[in-house]
T-cell receptor, first 114, second 113 residues
Framework: AQSVTQPDIHITVSEGASLELRCNYSYGATPYLFWYVQSPGQGLQLLLKYFSGDTLVQGIKGFEAEFKRSQSSFNLRKPSVHWSDAAEYFC????????????FGRGTSLIVHP | EAQVTQNPRYLITVTGKKLTVTCSQN?????MSWYRQDPGLGLRQIYYSMNVEVTDKGDVPEGYKVSRKEKRNFPLILESPSPNQTSLYFC????????????FGPGTRLLVL
């Protein structure tokens, strides 16, 4: 069965600092990979996705993520964090094989200090 | 505007009183699903539907029912709610049978007393 691990429950950064959120997945082949953001009181919104091709993908709000097959990772990065980036971030794997159920990580809560 | 809508957004009820949370999407997606979100547990899928009249269990289906009589609607039914079903619920839809991007509703916060 596929799984997604986000090892950091909380991350605290200062405004203007760089950010990296970690995500590791477990699946035999390369699945479809996603990062979603959940702002307080709202639903999840897609930040970016990787299906194939260039392993560095650009998303909305200045985010990017890099797929590394050898490490089974799909880490999310942003060079300079803004206070409005404070939110919950979820890494996800699309349904694969004979399953029709996407798998989400447990989320990383980003706290931004002024 | 492409969107997934849910109603109600907030709901307080008592144990055993049947309730329905509605979900509707206007993107013509065949795949729809329900999730619950609990602190420390992330999102867990309750049920999904591949198309009209085609539904199946997700990871945590106990205590829930769904129906898919129309492509755009996918209501979640709690026949006899219990306090352990207090949670934040999200409806989602998407193309590609769960493989591709999921589009989420704004969430329904449920408290069962």
């Amino acid at each position: 069965a596929q799984s997604v691990t986000q090892p950091d429950i909380h991350i605290t950064v200062s405004e203007g600092a760089s950010l990296e959120l970690r995500c590791n997945y477990s699946y035999g082949a390369t699945p479809y990979l996603f990062w979603y953001v959940q702002s307080p009181g709202q639903g999840l919104q897609l930040l970016l996705k990787y299906f194939s091709g260039d392993t560095l993908v650009q998303g909305i709000k200045g985010f990017e993520a890099e797929f590394k097959r050898s490490q089974s990772s799909f880490n999310l990065r942003k060079p300079s964090v803004h206070w409005s980036d404070a939110a919950e971030y979820f890494c996800a794997v699309g349904a694969t094989g004979g399953s029709y159920i996407p798998t989400f990580g447990r989320g990383t809560s980003l706290i931004v200090h002024p | 505007e492409a969107q997934v809508t849910q109603n109600p957004r907030y709901l307080i009820t008592v144990t055993g009183k049947k309730l329905t949370v509605t979900c509707s999407q206007n993107m013509n997606h065949e795949y729809m699903s329900w999730y619950r979100q609990d602190p420390g547990l992330g999102l867990r899928q309750i049920y999904y539907s591949m198309n009209v009249e085609v539904t199946d269990k997700g990871d945590v289906p106990e205590g829930y029912k769904v129906s898919r009589k129309e492509k755009r609607n996918f209501p979640l039914i709690l026949e006899s709610p219990s306090p352990n079903q207090t949670s934040l619920y999200f409806c989602a839809s998407g193309p590609g049978q769960g493989r591709e991007t999921q589009y989420f509703g704004p969430g329904t916060r449920l408290l069962v007393l």
